[in-house]
C-alpha cells in the first residue's frame, strides 16, 4: 500500500540514522532490506523473518534472517531470545489472523518501553480465506478493538468487565487503512492534573471514583 510510506515517516522520522533493534516478519523478495537498512543506517540491529528457507541467502552484514514460522510460537519466543528486545516490530507476514494475533501476542513481551509494533495488511481481516470477517472475534482487527478496551479498563464500572494489564503498558493504539500501530509504554495508575495559584497536584480521582454520574 503506498500510503504506508506517508505513516511510516510520519511514525519514524525522529529514529532515521537511529541505533535500534529491529524486527520485521516476511521478507518475501527482499524488497524492504534495502529500504530499512538504508533508512536506519549501519548503527542500527536489524532482524527479519521468513518461512522460506531460500530468503537466508539475502542475509548481509549488519542484517540478520531467521527462519520459520510466524504462527508458531516457540519459533517467535526462540527469535525473541537471541535478538531482542526490539524497538520496532512490523508484521509484514502471511497476513492470516492466526499468524498476526500469535506473533502479537509472543512478541509483545519483547518490545520495549516506547516501543512501536505495526501490523500491515491488516484488510485481510475481512477476508474469510485469510481467517477473517466482519466482525469475526479473533480477527486482527476485532482484537485491536478490544485492547481499546482494555487499554481503558482502570475506568470500567462494569462487574463483568476486569482489569487488564494492558490498561498499564499500551499507550496509544492508531488504526489508519490496512495498519495497526500499537505504542507500548509502560506507566502506573493515570493522574490528573490540576495548577491553581502556580501550584500542581494530582489525583487519580478518575480512576479511582465509581458510579459516575457526571465527568465533573
Known amino acids: 500500500m503506498d500510503h504506508y510510506l506517508d505513516v511510516y515517516h510520519d511514525l519514524l522520522r525522529d529514529w532515521q540514522g537511529s541505533d535500534i533493534s529491529f524486527l520485521e516478519i516476511g521478507v518475501y523478495k527482499g524488497g524492504s532490506l534495502d529500504l530499512w537498512q538504508g533508512f536506519f543506517g549501519p548503527k542500527a540491529k536489524l532482524v527479519f523473518a521468513d518461512i522460506d528457507p531460500e530468503c537466508r541467502a539475502m542475509e ?23 535478538h531482542g528486545p526490539f524497538d520496532l516490530i512490523i508484521d509484514d507476514g502471511g497476513h ?15 518490545l520495549n518501553d ?7 495488511d491488516t484488510h485481510t481481516s475481512y477476508w474469510p480465506g485469510f481467517g477473517g470477517g466482519l466482525r469475526k472475534p479473533d480477527s486482527m482487527v476485532e ?18 468487565f476486569k482489569f487488564y494489564s494492558a490498561a ?19 506507566h502506573d495508575k493515570p493522574r490528573s492534573l490540576t495548577a491553581r495559584n502556580g ?12 458510579n459516575r454520574k457526571s465527568v465533573f
Do not use: C
Not at 485491536?144 to 482502570?154: G, I, P, R, T, Y
Not at 501550584?199 to 465509581?210: G, I, K, M, W
Open 60 to 82: 548481509r552484514p549488519g542484517l540478520t534472517i531467521e527462519i520459520g514460522d510466524q504462527s508458531d510460537g516457540a519459533f517467535l519466543d526462540g527469535l525473541a531470545a537471541r
Open 96 to 110: 492470516k489472523m492466526n499468524q498476526q494475533t500469535t506473533s502479537l501476542r509472543h512478541l509483545w513481551p519483547h
Open 114 to 120: 516506547g516501543g512501536l509494533y505495526v501490523v500491515e
Open 143 to 160: 482484537v485491536a478493538k478490544q485492547l481499546v478496551d482494555q487499554m481503558h479498563s482502570w475506568y470500567s464500572d462494569e462487574p463483568h
Open 168 to 186: 498499564q503498558q499500551i499507550g496509544s493504539i492508531r488504526f489508519h487503512d490496512s495498519m495497526i500501530i500499537l505504542e507500548k509504554r509502560l
Open 199 to 210: 501550584a500542581v497536584s494530582y489525583s487519580t480521582v478518575q480512576v479511582d471514583s465509581r
